[in-house]
């Protein structure tokens, strides 16, 4: 098998080095993130194949040192990395991107309209670097040699109205940004009890994403797809077992602007998870 996650399931994980998601002789796709102890715990994701490098999401200025060795353990050189995917442009998701450039000028940078307006900001100049832009439409693919393909489907709404997720034909991985995401307490890489999963989800998507709609339309749209595991940049790799579960409770979630008028079920929600201190 060469989708690693039921393995790792079930083994004592270093989360000082890779941890590699998926394996196979020409591909591979490998969590590259920080082992800081903060419950916004940020993960990066590397796919590499053919000399084709790929990063996902690489983390705030303070992840850099820490995913810049994750990836040399996985690719020697990081100069080697080709690609960045940035799915919206928070600080926690690219801040690094100046030190990456520095790194390799010739990285193009994947991402949607209005985050390539905004990320520039974090230091470098726009009219130097290599877009490749990705669509609203959700027609924007790309060939990973003839290993995979990536297809790269809107998001809006959730959170950065231009935000996107990326799925990989090849390992049937869904890299979903913040989408899935949730704030734990005591962090673990992979979902291992989906009831505690769902509040800490719920703990995230109550205050960042835009309404249940947003997230009803967005589930819609990838739920046709062969998902083996779902990869969100804060906290825990959903693997297969889960997935129709949380497709079932972030469709049927209200957030954002739906709870502006009603109770809102945090307070509820941080007692249970954080205590009620
Ligand atoms: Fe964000
Ligand atoms: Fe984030």
Same mark, same amino acid.
């Given at each position: 098998?060469?989708?690693?996650?039921?393995?790792?399931? /079930?083994?004592?994980? =270093?989360?000082?080095?890779p941890?590699?998601?998926?394996d196979?002789?020409?591909?591979?796709?490998a969590?590259?993130?920080?082992?800081?102890?903060f419950? @916004?715990?940020?993960?990066?994701?590397?796919?590499?194949?053919?000399?084709?490098?790929?990063?996902?999401d690489?983390?705030?200025?303070?992840?850099?040192?820490?995913?810049?060795?994750?990836?040399?353990?996985?690719?020697?050189?990081?100069?080697?990395?080709?690609?960045?995917?940035?799915?919206?442009? =928070?600080? !926690?998701v690219?801040?690094?991107?100046? &030190?990456?450039?520095?790194?390799?000028?010739?990285? $193009?940078?994947?991402? $949607?309209?209005?985050?390539?307006v905004?990320?520039?900001?974090?230091g470098? !100049?726009?009219?130097?670097?290599?877009?490749?832009?990705?669509s609203?439409?959700?027609?924007?693919?790309?060939?990973?040699?003839?290993?995979s393909?990536?297809?790269?489907?809107?998001?809006?709404?959730?959170?950065?109205?231009?935000?996107?997720? $990326?799925? =990989?034909?090849?390992?049937?991985?869904?890299?979903?940004g913040?989408?899935?995401?949730?704030?734990?307490? /005591?962090?673990?890489?992979?979902?291992?009890?989906? &009831?505690?999963?769902?509040k800490?989800?719920?703990?995230?998507?109550?205050?960042?994403?835009a309404?249940?709609?947003?997230?009803k339309?967005f589930?819609?749209?990838?739920?046709p797809?062969?998902?083996?595991?779902?990869?969100?940049?804060?906290?825990?790799?959903?693997?297969?077992?889960?997935?129709?579960d949380? @497709?079932?409770?972030l469709?049927?979630?209200?957030?954002?602007? =739906?709870?502006?008028?009603? &109770?809102?079920?945090?307070?509820?929600?941080?007692?249970?998870?954080?205590?009620?201190?």
């Amino acid at each position: 098998m060469s989708l690693k996650i039921e393995e790792l399931k /079930n083994s004592q994980i =270093d989360l000082n080095r890779p941890v590699i998601l998926y394996d196979s002789p020409d591909y591979k796709v490998a969590w590259v993130g920080s082992a800081e102890e903060f419950i @916004f715990r940020c993960n990066a994701y590397l796919i590499s194949s053919g000399g084709i490098n790929i990063l996902i999401d690489p983390g705030g200025i303070q992840h850099f040192p820490q995913v810049k060795d994750r990836v040399s353990k996985l690719i020697g050189n990081p100069a080697n990395v080709t690609h960045i995917i940035t799915h919206h442009q =928070d600080p !926690d998701v690219i801040g690094s991107l100046p &030190e990456w450039l520095k790194i390799n000028p010739e990285i $193009t940078i994947i991402t $949607t309209p209005r985050t390539k307006v905004l990320i520039p900001y974090y230091g470098f !100049d726009r009219e130097n670097v290599n877009w490749l832009d990705v669509s609203p439409l959700d027609d924007t693919i790309i060939d990973i040699g003839s290993s995979s393909t990536l297809i790269f489907l809107s998001a809006p709404f959730l959170h950065f109205p231009d935000a996107f997720v $990326t799925y =990989d034909a090849k390992s049937k991985i869904l890299f979903s940004g913040d989408i899935f995401a949730a704030i734990q307490k /005591n962090w673990e890489l992979i979902v291992t009890d989906m &009831e505690k999963h769902k509040k800490e989800m719920m703990y995230f998507h109550v205050y960042y994403m835009a309404s249940q709609k947003a997230l009803k339309y967005f589930v819609s749209k990838v739920k046709p797809f062969d998902i083996k595991a779902i990869v969100p940049q804060h906290g825990s790799i959903i693997p297969e077992e889960f997935i129709e579960d949380a @497709f079932d409770f972030l469709s049927g979630l209200k957030c954002g602007i =739906d709870l502006l008028y009603e &109770e809102s079920p945090v307070r509820s929600i941080m007692d249970e998870i954080f205590g009620e201190s």
